[in-house]
């Protein structure tokens, strides 16, 4: 019977000996293939397409727990966060007719509005997150509102955008405020009136 070799090692040539993983790590991590990258642009374009707005991120120096902490919050919100090459963004953007190049530097993620109906949803929570763990860990470099493409500054100008529910009472405050100031008006002159009688 032939010796086998025990599966955590494979001879290579020249007698170097190196743990299996290391061999399948090659091939996990070499260059994408035309058909790949097509595939994934192509996933690309129908996220940024479909989604009311995204927002193109920088990140360094996030830990895993907060990262597994963001993805969960983001689920829960009806958000999604995606890690994609810059290149790959760039083509995406591209096809969709975004030809201006906004400054992606770093490692750059997406989030999205993957089933939430408010459209600034996405730009607070990164902005929100990137105060949490610092403006220099993760900021927003850009992204797509409603079709347009934006820069930075405006997309940090739409992360402060309060939630359409917050707008609305907020609205409706002010519509039922000369109202009730008229009331009390009222009030105080019917108060005089039955004082003086």
Known sequence: MAS?????????NG???????????????????????EEAVTKLEKLLKEAASSVFVHFRGIDVAQETGLRRSFRNDGLGYTVAKKSLIRRALGSL???ATL??????????????????????????????VGTDKFMILGGLFQG???NADEMRAI???????????????????????FAVVLSKV???KGSAA
């Open 4 to 12: 086998v070799l025990p599966r955590s090692t494979i001879l290579l």
């Open 15 to 37: 007698g170097f000996s190196k743990p299996l993983y290391y061999q399948f790590a090659v091939f996990t991590i070499m260059a994408k293939t035309r058909a790949q990258k």
């Open 97 to 99: 007719g975004h030809e």
């Open 103 to 132: 400054p992606l530097e770093g490692e750059v993620a997406i989030a999205y509005n993957t089933t939430s109906d408010e459209p600034t949803l996405a730009a607070n929570r990164v902005h929100v997150f990137g105060k949490e």
């Open 148 to 150: 347009a493409l934006k």
């Open 159 to 181: 992360a402060t955008i309060p939630p359409m529910p917050v707008l609305q009472a907020m609205f409706a405050q002010v519509i039922n405020s000369p109202r009730s100031r």
């Open 190 to 192: 019917a108060e005089t």
